[in-house]
């Protein structure tokens, strides 16, 4: 993946499937020997109590495995 498309991504919002903003993009975890995105890892947005979401959490930030992403593109959209 070209460095260019990773900052690219970088402080994009994203949302869940009703549309809600979980938080942005922070870094992206690749596996290193395939060279794919594995992890999105989510600046959790301060509004939110990251005790009431769905998927474990640390620092204020959670990493997403990359098939719970719907759609990349002006947002992140997730399946849930």
């Not at 995105?37 to 990493?63: F, H, N, R």
């Not at 495995?65 to 719907?70: A, F, H, L, M, Q």
């Amino acid at each position: 993946m070209p460095a260019t498309f990773t900052r690219e991504l970088l402080a994009r919002e994203v949302r869940d499937r009703s549309g809600d903003v979980l938080g942005h993009v922070a870094d992206l975890i690749v596996d290193s020997r395939t060279g794919s995105v594995t992890y999105i890892l989510v600046k959790i947005a301060q509004e939110l109590d990251p005790a009431q979401l769905p998927w474990p959490s640390e620092g204020g930030m959670i990493p997403l495995p990359i098939d719970e992403v719907r759609e990349i593109g002006a947002i992140v959209q997730l399946h849930r």
